[in-house]
C-alpha cells in the first residue's frame, strides 16, 4: 500500500514568492497533520485535520501560513509570501481517527533564498 | 499529556541489543507509550506503542516498568540502519508532540 505522498520534495525559492505542498495522505485515513522540523525548533505540530476540518492550528506560525484540506485525499500548505526562516522540511502525515498512530510521509525541504 | 525525558545520545555495538531508555513519571492512566525513529533525511517512522503489558512486534521490543514511570525499547539485535534518533511519546487526548530524542549511534 502506498503511503502519505508529499510533493514537492525539494523546493528552492525566492524570499517573497508563493510556496504550496502537497499532501495524500493513506487511503482510508481520516485525520492529517502538518509538521515542521528544523535544527532549532526540532518538530513542530502546525495544523491538522479530522474528516477535512481543521481541528487545532495553533501551531502555525503566523498568517503567513494557510492549509486546507478540500477532500479527504489531499490537503494543502501554502505559505505566500515566503522568508527564508521558514526553510525547514515539512512533514505531512496520516491516521485513522485522531488519537491513534500516525504515519509520516517523506517530507518536503523547502529552501528560501 | 505527560513530558518524557531520554539521553540525547548512545552509542551501540552492531549485532548487541541496544536499550534506549524513557521517563515519563507523569504519565496518567489512559496514556499511551509510543516510539518513533527517524533516520537522516527521512519521515518519522512508527515502531511500537504499549499501555500497560510489554510489546513485542518485528521491529522491537517495549519494556514498560509496573509503575508505567519508565520504559526502555529494546532493539535485540542492532544493525548500522539503526543508527536514527529514537523519539518516546506519551500521547492521551492530544496530538504527537516530538522531543528531542535519543539520537542511537550503531558502530562496526
Known amino acids: 500500500d502506498a503511503g502519505v505522498i508529499q510533493s514537492p520534495r525539494h523546493e528552492v525559492t525566492e524570499m517573497g514568492q508563493e510556496v504550496t505542498l502537497r499532501c495524500k495522505p493513506i487511503?482510508?485515513?481520516?485525520?492529517l497533520f502538518w509538521y515542521r522540523q528544523t535544527m532549532m525548533r526540532g518538530l513542530e505540530l502546525l495544523i491538522y485535520f479530522n474528516n477535512n476540518v481543521p481541528i487545532d492550528d495553533s501551531g502555525m506560525p503566523e498568517d503567513r501560513f494557510s492549509a486546507k484540506m478540500p477532500n479527504a485525499s489531499f490537503s494543502t500548505l501554502k505559505i505566500q509570501p515566503s522568508e527564508p526562516r521558514d526553510s525547514a522540511v515539512y512533514f505531512c502525515a496520516s491516521s485513522f481517527g485522531q488519537r491513534n498512530t500516525i504515519y509520516f510521509g517523506e517530507g518536503s525541504w523547502l529552501t528560501v533564498v | 499529556d505527560a513530558k518524557t525525558t531520554q539521553p540525547p545520545s548512545m552509542d551501540c555495538a552492531e549485532g548487541r541489543a541496544a536499550n534506549l531508555p524513557c521517563n515519563h513519571s507523569?504519565?496518567?492512566?489512559?496514556?499511551?507509550v509510543y516510539w518513533y525513529r527517524q533516520i537522516h533525511s527521512q519521515g518519522p517512522q512508527y515502531i511500537i506503542h504499549g499501555l500497560k503489558n510489554n510489546e513485542t512486534n518485528e521491529m522491537a521490543s517495549l519494556i514498560i516498568t509496573e509503575d508505567r514511570k519508565s520504559s526502555t525499547l529494546i532493539l535485540p539485535h542492532a544493525t548500522l540502519r539503526d543508527t536514527a534518533v529514537y523519539y518516546c511519546i506519551v500521547k492521551g487526548r492530544k496530538e504527537f508532540y516530538f522531543g528531542t530524542g535519543t539520537s542511537l549511534t550503531v558502530i562496526p
Open positions: 507523569t504519565i496518567s492512566g489512559n496514556e499511551y
Open positions: 487511503s482510508g485515513h481520516n485525520s
